[in-house]
């Protein structure tokens, strides 16, 4: 008769599977962690360094510039916030430049939005509400089921590549002459997202850009301010 073969157990075998898996994620998550916070480390430094080329005052955070306007990007979600914001006065106009972010949540998901954001402000502005960005496939099908889009018969070109929607239709038609239309034709590679009302307008192109880009996005404010300021 065979004798009963008694398990030993092995000393130093791995740890159970769902552990060892729950480990692996656990160390990237802090890995990515750690590499988020060492590059928005770096991004606040480039975002200092702006601020001193420049001459504009530097905050690390305020909560009250996307309550100070009724643009809808500022009113979109919860958490909204801006970092890195570099404030100053050039040519009478009142900058902002700054980190914006958001969040949306539906149901148990949440997602993030963050774009770089320019606000101009001056007395000399007296603008209607208007909201224009580039246009995309889905536009083009919403305009079939009845969306708001004000093309211009003499310039199909702007036309195909922007939405531009406001609540005075007539208005906003005035204030989008030839000269700037032209301007936002020969600015469609930045993909520019343009919200005006009252004394002030923002920009942004969607999405966030470094500190040394937002030259182009002053300087598309500046333009703008030049056609529209009187």
């Known amino acids: 008769m065979l004798a009963a073969v008694t398990a030993i157990p092995i000393i130093g075998s791995f740890p159970p599977l769902p552990l060892l898996f729950f480990g692996v994620i656990l160390f990237f998550v802090i890995i990515g962690l750690i590499v988020n916070f060492i590059s928005e480390r770096k991004r ?41 914001v570099l ?59 009845g969306g708001v889009d004000y093309d211009f018969e003499e310039d199909a070109e702007f036309s195909e590549m922007y939405v531009l929607q406001g609540d005075d239709e007539t208005a906003v038609r005035a204030l989008f ?21 009252g004394n002030a307008i923002l920009l942004h192109y969607g999405k966030r850009i470094s500190p040394h880009e937002t030259a182009q996005l002053m300087e598309l404010a500046f333009e703008l301010m030049k056609l529209w300021a009187g």
């Open 177 to 197: 002459n030839e000269s700037a239309r032209k301007l936002f034709v020969s600015a469609i590679a930045n993909g520019p997202h343009v919200e005006g009302g």
């Open 44 to 84: 606040t430094e480039a975002w200092q360094a702006l601020a001193e080329q420049s001459g504009f005052t530097f905050e690390n955070k305020n909560a009250e510039i996307h309550q100070a306007y009724p643009f809808h990007l500022l009113n979109q979600g919860s958490f909204r916030q801006c970092r890195n």
């Open 87 to 145: 404030q100053g006065t050039a040519a009478g106009t009142t900058v902002t430049l700054a980190d914006y972010q958001y969040t949306v949540s539906t149901g148990r998901n949440s997602t993030t939005h963050k774009q770089t954001i320019c606000l101009a402000q001056s007395d000399r502005l007296h603008l209607p509400a208007f909201n224009l960005r580039p246009e995309n496939f889905f536009d083009r099908f919403g305009e079939i089921l």
